[in-house]
């Protein structure tokens, strides 16, 4: 028998971490055997479907997607008990005599490497910094949905460049929506497809912190590029003051702020990728005044024009947060991006990367994920740290965060 291989009457069933999972869809549009679904609260695995391919784990920019559970296999979780999930259930206990029994003659290795993949997945999960607030989860759903009104509708780009972003507040009244600095809310559609058909709900992450975008106004702030073609974000940035929107959420449970006035926090971002940032930056500057921890962005953008949010940052105090303002489009100036300024900002990154107190989050468009990552392998070698153990191990105590898209 082998490490991989099952006794009879198991399975290994491949589950969603509804905790987690940020409902943006890349699983059942990567998944080449239509094994992933979706209702209006979860997305979720057809046992009978799921070949193992692994397809989806890779493009997951939460890890949600990579959690297995070994069931009887006449007792595999439905698709129906998955789409009603709130958590995650724990491994069932499959009677240790029984499952002794079926592994007679399996090594002692064999089994613990068994039961380590009823816990586990091909590339770890991720899990929340310790500090972090416990999040609320999925208190809204399409059938449910809360009520937003437009509240303010801002373009935070300049005008004379092709790139539309907007700074977009929504207010919910009486209604309690509670967030968390690095969660995401759904907007629900009122459009349809070509064919008539409902779209996905759309995802974009809190740009305000916990009390608001303004204090204690019950309301938040979400930074939304307007996407030539795309008819949510179309619909959305068209908004007008007043008007209603339908949410869902909140969604995300390890993407979070640490609560730690000395946890050092190191922000890499592109475009609207900055959004969880402003919010983290606006926690820190509201509620830890003068913490020890440094906070240093690395934000990279086309023009200093295509910069979201560029006048304001410019307003934030370098002792609140340290900005790498970064360009790759300006006229008369070299290209560069963001892993390029932070291989110019080596001698002061190594340290940080070394140090138990630093978290490593990154956020935006997915092509920039693997430049970040050779960029930090560099600076972590160049200090005497193995990149490869390193990381995998930040991601476990919570201290490594990637969301791409």
Request: with cysteine; charged share 20%.
């Amino acid at each position: 028998m082998t490490a991989t291989a099952l006794p009879d009457g198991l399975k290994k069933q491949h589950v969603i971490d509804p905790e987690i999972c940020i409902r943006c869809n890349t699983c059942e549009a990567t998944c080449p055997v239509g094994a992933v679904t979706h209702n209006d609260a979860n997305y979720v695995v057809d046992p009978e479907k799921c070949n193992y391919c692994m397809d989806c784990i890779s493009p997951c920019p939460t890890g949600s997607i990579d959690n297995w559970r070994i069931v009887r296999a006449e007792t595999a979780y439905s698709l129906g008990e998955q789409m009603e999930w709130t958590e995650l259930p724990s491994q069932e206990d499959l009677g240790d005599v029984a499952l002794a029994a079926s592994l007679a003659d399996a090594s002692e290795a064999e089994i613990a490497a068994l039961i380590e993949a009823a816990h586990g997945g091909a590339g770890g999960k991720a899990v929340p910094p310790a500090s972090a607030s416990k999040p609320a989860i999925n208190l809204f759903t399409r059938a449910k949905p809360a009520i937003a009104t437009i509240q303010g509708n801002f373009r935070i780009t300049d005008p004379d460049t092709e790139s539309d972003v907007r700074h977009i507040v929504l207010s919910f009244g009486e209604t309690q929506f509670p967030v968390l600095e690095g969660q995401s809310i759904g907007i629900v559609p009122p459009v349809t497809n070509a064919d008539g058909k409902e779209l996905p709900i759309r995802l974009y992450s809190v740009a305000s912190a916990r009390d608001g975008e303004k204090r204690n106004a019950n309301n938040v702030s979400l930074t939304v590029k307007r996407v030539a073609g795309g008819l949510v974000s179309e619909w959305l940035c068209n908004r007008k003051v007043g008007e209603k929107v339908f949410v869902t959420g909140p969604f995300g449970a390890t993407f979070l702020m640490p609560n730690d006035a000395n946890a050092n926090l190191l922000m890499i971002c592109t475009g609207t990728g900055s959004a969880p940032f402003r919010a983290f930056t606006e926690r820190r500057r509201r509620a830890m005044e003068g913490a020890p921890g440094r906070a240093i962005l690395f934000f990279g953008a086309r023009t200093p024009g295509e910069l979201p949010y560029f006048g304001p940052l410019q307003k934030v105090r370098d002792e609140v947060l340290a900005k790498h303002l970064v360009f790759s489009r300006v006229k008369g100036a070299p290209k560069e991006y963001v892993q390029d300024r932070m291989r110019a900002e080596a001698g002061a990154l190594g340290p940080l990367i070394g140090a138990p107190s630093t978290h490593i989050f990154i956020c935006g468009l997915k092509g920039m994920e693997a430049g970040v990552d050779e960029a930090l392998a560099e600076i972590a070698s160049a200090h005497g740290l193995d990149w490869a153990s390193l990381k995998p191990a930040m991601r476990g105590e919570g201290r490594y965060h990637v969301e791409t898209y």
